[in-house]
């Protein structure tokens, strides 16, 4: 029975042991807990068994063999990654393989990570970036990047705002990211929402689970407009998005409600509140993970 610590022996001979061994594999399964238990190479590692696999027929195998050609540690033949990606069906061999090129860090592969920032899979193009933003100061890769703050795909134009629109105007606070101030924890504040969140400090919340008002469906909040209703979530998203440590948590409780009609020769109004509540979530710079749960992607 292969188990991890064998291969990690096979591994650190400096021989092609573990290529024999991959090659004498029929089960795939077999082949991919291979490729998973390699972890680091070592700077002698032979891999010529590696680019054997990309032509495996299997997308599994593929994925984690452009894995590990990908920990070569600048070594790698990028050719044979870029042939496999023009005809490559698979997307999650396909991202694996962007990033592959990216953690190279090389200046010649600068060209290839322009072309995919035109991929239509905006999890590829972020990858791209991912591997270009490597290179500090360059203008050349400024010139390709800044325009993407228009693209179509929301993560992508928030990762391009932080790093070329938002610098100026982003204040860090000198607190840990695992901690919080004292002052914080274990207090309850009765009081109005928007008045108490300005004496909260800038990142320093890990996660506010909050059920805002259902609109006029209780009395304890009565609202203008259903306009109005949002405009006041919206300023509370804000204060939210704000004091939330970046990468931290926002959890939205909340469900659709019904006004009750007037009368019988009137309909009564029903209001999605929470699909309505998204463009205000994302413009404020969360990021929806779940049917209640957002990612402070600020």
């Known amino acids: 029975m292969l188990t991890k610590e064998y291969i990690t022996e096979l591994k ?18 077999t082949i991919v807990f291979i490729l998973e238990s390699l972890g680091q190479l070592p700077s002698d590692f032979h891999a010529d068994f590696l680019y054997n696999l990309l032509k495996h027929n299997h997308a599994q195998v593929r994925l984690h063999a452009v894995k590990n050609i990908g920990k070569l540690n600048g070594r790698s033949d990028t050719k044979p990654l870029l042939a496999l990606y023009q005809h490559e069906t698979d997307t999650g061999v396909r991202r694996e393989i962007v990033s592959a090129i990216g953690r190279q860090r090389k200046c010649e592969n600068k060209p290839f990570l322009y072309e995919f920032l035109n991929d239509s899979d905006p999890k590829i193009v972020c990858q791209a970036i991912r591997g270009l933003l490597v290179f500090e100061n360059d203008k050349e890769i400024e010139e390709h990047l800044r325009p993407l703050v228009n693209h179509e795909n929301e993560m992508v134009r928030t990762v391009i705002y932080k790093e070329y629109f938002a610098k ?8 840990p990211h695992a901690e919080t101030y004292d002052f914080l924890k274990n207090v ?22 909050t059920s805002p008002p259902y609109y006029n469906a209780r009395d304890y909040s009565i609202y203008p407009s259903y306009q109005a209703y949002l405009e006041f979530l919206d300023k509370v998203f804000q204060e939210t998005c704000r004091i939330t440590k970046e990468g931290r948590f926002l959890i939205v409780n909340t469900s659709p409600i019904i006004i009750p009609r007037i009368s019988r020769a009137h309909s009564s109004k ?10 205000y979530l994302v413009k404020n710079g969360w990021e929806f993970i779940d049917d209640i749960e957002f990612q402070n992607a600020a």
């Open 270 to 279: 029903r209001y999605p509140i929470p699909f309505d509540l998204h463009p």
């Open 188 to 209: 309850v504040v009765n009081a109005d929402v928007l008045e108490v969140l300005k004496f909260v400090p800038e990142e320093s919340v890990h996660l506010t689970f």
């Open 168 to 175: 100026e105007k982003t204040k860090k606070t000198a607190l």
């Open 12 to 29: 650190h001979r400096g021989n092609s042991d573990i290529s024999a061994l991959v090659n004498t594999q029929r089960d795939v399964s």
